[in-house]
């Protein structure tokens, strides 16, 4: 059977069920060791290997072979430059034969027998190299059992004879030689991959170095030559820092006059030829070289490593600085120092921003600094050269800025020269941050070039943080310090040992907790344990404190009596100069703290007065409930003319009333929903879900039916009446904002109607949000485009007719010409996010016109802006010296009699500033209540005085209008004069001043000039 390949062939081989095996000289061995006996061999046949190349082979680099199998094929090789072989191993020598034709190799070894085989043609090209052919035989070989009957029969055929011994023996000799040969070649192999690489060098040396390879050379800087032929020692003396050359030069001296003298193996620091510590792991023995034993230094370079070692041990010098360091002098003193006498560096220096000088001063240094801190000039600004460097712009950027080789810096670097001559060789400078600034910058100088760098600047990275960690530490201290000493008799300090034994408690600790100093020393703190607080709160705290950090939060105590109370406490772990740790808590007793907090709570969720929860807690319910599809019924109610009643009845019985409709309300809802006071005399219910909208007609009925009897408020019986606008969720709306507009715009249509109505919201109504809307946009329009313009109604002195004064009164003025009257923007400015803005124009304006017309202007005031400090504060300061009416509608005088009196005491330094009581008549004031309103004027509204000729009643209330305010010293001030029968009934009724169309309309600012000219 044929056997297609040499692994198919060891195969067979290995299985053993071949009765009889015709076997090479490559498998032979491994034939014999499966038990297979000799038998008999072809006469006179012998196997052949030799070297095919199909020209000269290239003069250098690497010569690629292909052959099946390196045993006894391998001595074919030994006729080229065997360290120059690469092999490639294929299935067998057709395809070998096949890669050298094609040319993808230089040569091929080749078996004779499939030599013969090739047609000549193909030879042509192919040149035998005839050197070092291997011979051998190909041998019959049996199993044991059939050994006699296989001998039997292959002797008896022609050409066969019997197999010798000594056949055998040479021919495992020469795989045995082979063995060997390819050991020594692997071993070249080895030392080939050492030589070649970049990370390991390669010195040769008896008394002289003899050779070196190129990574050597690269690692210390000189070139093969400078190398070659010179004195191992004299080589020692320049390549070996001081630290280190008498040792190695003792272990030179050993080796030359012993060539038998141990190997080396240890860490070396070499100098560079450039001036540079390499360090390298270095490894020393004896070898046979050039036929005579020389020594081999073999040496792996480990500078980052130890670079990144002695880092390492310069952040634990720190840390040992930080854990000793009370105070920031000492620590920055302490670290200066262990850092130049334990690290070796050379100089070092700490330095801090001086804001107004502009600089970085030196605060703290230690080393070698030879006025070198004298040449400084570092600035903190990023435009001048002396602050461009290290320091400076790692002030500014707070990021490490590191120089790892001061000999590499550009000349016109103002700081190079002063460093190089004091032998600065690589800096860095660290920004230490406190308090959320860069307060403190470290800079470090090394001896040597490339101490710092940019892969180690993870480890400077830890030292910054450890450093800012100290700082906040002792920083936490000094407060700890302050706070022992300041509230030693008033708070709660304890101390325990590691093992959390009390050790120490002051009177604070006994006067809140009720156990006596005695009861406490010796105990553990949980002593006082209420059982509030988790296994894991507990966990945590311990995690902290271990770990170095100080832990800060609320312990829930229980007193000796049993009463629970609330210690605020931060515990700060503390070591002692000895090592040993202790615990130091500071506490505030805020249990009141607490109480107070958990009612404030309250008053935030809640209405104080009635106890309903508040517009901001409704709102927020609301918002959670209305979700999905049921139906809700919201619904905004406001009592009808309550600020009449406050004035009537005193505010004392008003806030009685309104708890009463809190409380009615809130038994009508019961479980179905919740209320809200939602503004001083306005309810919001919220209900649902319900199961029809016929649901909300009937809940609305019931909630009507509360305000048709007379409330009881001790004898009087005070009848309420209300409005109220009703919206349903889905149907009005997906959300509580749409919905709360829909409500307001259902309520204001109920106002419409009169007392008692109550309107649901109808699609009718779209047409106010319309209206909403636009007036949004108008406002919005006007603000960024400076559109708001005033026009100017004049009044006059009713006697003589002579100009008194302006109103102003607002207008839009848009681009294209069309003017906005009040009526289409001003409810929505009055509550929007501009009226700050317009009112800041507002007065700007009034007091330019004022000052500039030398006449009262008059401007009405809305009772949100009454209550608006800052604005007062403007008015203050832009109209202190500008005569201007300040005019409030009656409604908003009798709800903030108060706010108005404060507000009349802030403005008593503007000389020029008088009160008008506006539209007086249509709100609740009786003639009685005028003694008590702090007003200067007094407008008569218009209502009044329409036809005021032709009703005698109407005529009665306003002459005792005008008689009472004229005994009261208060002017007044008639609206909506339109005729001249009304005019000359006026000057009869001797009223102070008249406004109105029959003298003249509002007017643009060049109108009120050009009268003001006519009247001069």
């Excluded at 680099?61 to 360290?83: K, Q, R, S």
Aim: hydrophobic share 40%.
């Amino acid at each position: 059977e044929p056997i297609p390949d040499f692994k198919k062939e060891f195969e067979y081989i290995e299985k053993g069920d071949l009765h009889l095996y015709y076997v090479s000289p490559h498998s032979l061995r491994r034939a014999l060791d499966r038990g297979y006996k000799p038998v008999a061999k072809i006469k006179n046949q012998k196997d052949r290997y030799f070297l095919l190349t199909r020209g000269e082979l290239p003069p250098e680099g690497e010569i690629l072979v292909a052959l099946p199998f390196l045993e006894a094929a391998g001595y074919a090789l030994l006729g080229i430059d065997i360290e120059r072989v690469k092999l490639v191993f294929v299935k067998d020598y057709e395809e070998a034969l096949s890669l050298l034709k094609e040319g993808k190799v230089h040569a091929s070894v080749m078996y004779n027998e499939t030599w013969e085989e090739i047609d000549e043609k193909e030879k042509a090209n192919l040149q035998i190299v005839e050197s070092y052919i291997f011979e051998s035989s190909h041998i019959f070989l049996g199993q044991p059992q059939l050994y006699d009957k296989l001998k039997d029969a292959l002797l008896s055929l022609e050409n066969i004879e019997e197999v010798k011994e000594e056949d055998i023996k040479k021919t495992l000799r020469l795989y045995d030689e082979f063995d060997r040969l390819l050991k020594l070649w692997s071993h070249l192999n080895i030392a080939k991959a050492l030589e070649k690489s970049p990370q390991i060098g390669i010195l040769i040396y008896k008394d002289k170095i003899v050779y070196a390879n190129e990574s050597a050379c690269n690692m210390i800087g000189y070139k093969r030559e400078e190398l070659i032929g010179r004195h191992v020692l004299e080589v020692a003396e320049d390549l070996i820092t001081e630290s280190h050359r008498r040792i190695i030069k003792e272990a030179l001296e050993r080796a030359l006059q012993d060539e038998k003298a141990p190997s080396f193996y240890g860490e070396v620091p070499f100098l560079r030829r450039d001036g540079n510590t390499l360090w390298a792991l270095t490894f020393a023995d004896g070898i046979l070289y050039q036929g005579d034993y020389h020594r081999i230094a073999l040496f792996i370079d480990i500078t980052q490593r130890k670079r990144l070692e002695r880092l390492y041990s310069l952040l634990r010098k720190i840390n040992r600085v930080i854990t000793k360091s009370l105070l920031e002098e000492e620590l920055f003193e302490s670290t200066c120092k262990a850092l130049v006498e334990e690290m070796g560096l050379k100089f070092v220096w700490v330095g801090v921003p001086d804001l107004e000088g502009e600089k970085i001063k030196p605060a703290y240094h230690y080393g070698y600094e030879e006025g070198y801190l004298k040449e400084l000039n570092i600035s903190t600004r990023e435009d001048l050269p002396s602050g461009r460097g290290p320091t400076g712009t790692a002030y500014r950027e707070n990021r490490i800025m590191i120089n790892p080789d001061t000999r590499a810096l550009e000349e016109a670097a103002p700081w190079k020269g002063e460093m190089l001559k004091r032998g600065y060789l690589s800096s860095t400078a660290i920004p230490i941050r406190k308090g959320g600034k860069v307060a403190y910058i470290l800079n470090l100088y090394a001896p040597e070039p490339l101490f710092f760098a940019e892969e180690n600047r993870e480890v400077l990275e830890e030292i910054k943080e450890d450093l800012e960690f100290a700082l906040n530490r002792i920083e936490d201290m000094k407060q700890n310090i302050i706070t022992l000493k300041t509230l030693e008799n008033s708070s709660w300090i304890l101390i325990t040992d590691e093992g959390g034994k009390i050790l120490y408690s002051n009177e604070g600790v006994s006067r809140i907790s009720g156990y006596t100093k005695e009861e406490l020393l010796g105990k553990k703190p949980s002593i006082f344990k209420s059982g509030y607080h988790s296994r894991e709160f507990y966990e945590e705290l311990w995690k902290t404190l271990l770990s170095g950090k100080t832990w800060h939060g609320k312990f829930i105590n229980r007193r000796k009596d049993g009463q629970i109370c609330h210690i605020e406490q931060t515990i700060y772990p503390i070591k002692l100069p000895d090592g040993s740790p202790r615990f130091v808590s500071v506490g505030l007793d805020v249990t009141k703290e607490v109480l107070l907090s958990s009612e404030l709570e309250k008053l935030m969720l809640y209405d104080p007065l009635t106890g309903l929860l508040n517009a901001k807690s409704f709102y927020s319910k609301a918002e959670e409930s209305l979700k999905g599809d049921k139906i809700f019924f919201l619904g905004i109610i406001d009592i009808h003319n309550f600020s009449s009643i406050n004035g009537i009845y005193g505010i004392e019985i008003g806030d009685i009333l309104l708890k009463e409709v809190g409380k009615k309300l809130k038994e009508e809802v019961e479980d179905k929903g919740i209320v809200s006071r939602i503004a001083a005399d306005s309810f919001g219910i919220l209900c649902g879900p319900l199961e029809s909208e016929e649901d909300a007609i009937v809940l609305a009925e019931q909630i009507g039916r509360i305000f048709q009897s007379p409330f009881i408020v001790g004898k009087e019986q005070i009848p309420l009446s209300i409005n109220m606008g009703i919206t349903l969720y889905p149907k009005d709306g997906k959300g509580l904002k749409e919905l709360l507009e829909k409500a307001g715009l259902a309520l204001l249509e109920a106002r419409r109607y009169g007392e008692g109505e109550i309107r649901f919201f109808e699609p009718t109504l779209e047409r106010r949000i319309k209206d909403y809307l636009k007036a949004a946009e108008l406002v919005e329009k006007a603000i960024k485009n400076g559109l708001f313009i005033f026009h100017y109604q004049p009044y006059f002195r009713t006697k003589d007719l002579s100009l008194a004064g302006v109103e102003a009164l607002v207008r839009i003025k848009d681009f294209d010409g069309t003017l906005y009257s009040p009526k289409s923007f001003i409810d929505y400015l009055e509550n929007s996010r501009y009226l700050s803005s317009f009112e800041e124009w507002a007065i700007k304006e009034i007091a330019r016109r004022a000052q500039k017309w030398n006449i009262p202007v008059s401007i009405n005031i809305s009772a949100k802006t009454l209550k608006d400090e800052e604005f007062w504060d403007r008015f203050v300061k832009t109209c202190l010296r500008s005569p201007v009416n300040i005019e409030i509608t009656e409604r908003v005088f009798v709800e903030s009699s108060k706010e108005i009196l404060k507000l009349q005491e802030k403005l008593k330094i503007c000389k020029n500033i008088r009160f008008t009581l506006d539209d007086f008549g249509t709100g609740y004031s009786s003639l009685a209540q005028i003694t008590n309103l702090p007003v200067d004027l007094i407008k008569i509204d218009a209502s009044f005085i329409r036809n005021l000729q032709e009703n005698p009643k109407r005529k009665i209330i306003v002459k005792n209008v005008i008689n009472l305010s004229k005994d009261l010293g208060i002017e007044t001030l008639a609206e909506g004069v339109e005729s001249q029968e009304e005019l000359n009934l006026l000057k009869e009724l001797d009223c102070t001043y008249v406004q109105g169309f029959l003298l003249s309309k509002p007017l643009p600012e060049e109108e009120i000039e050009k009268l003001l000219r006519e009247k001069r």
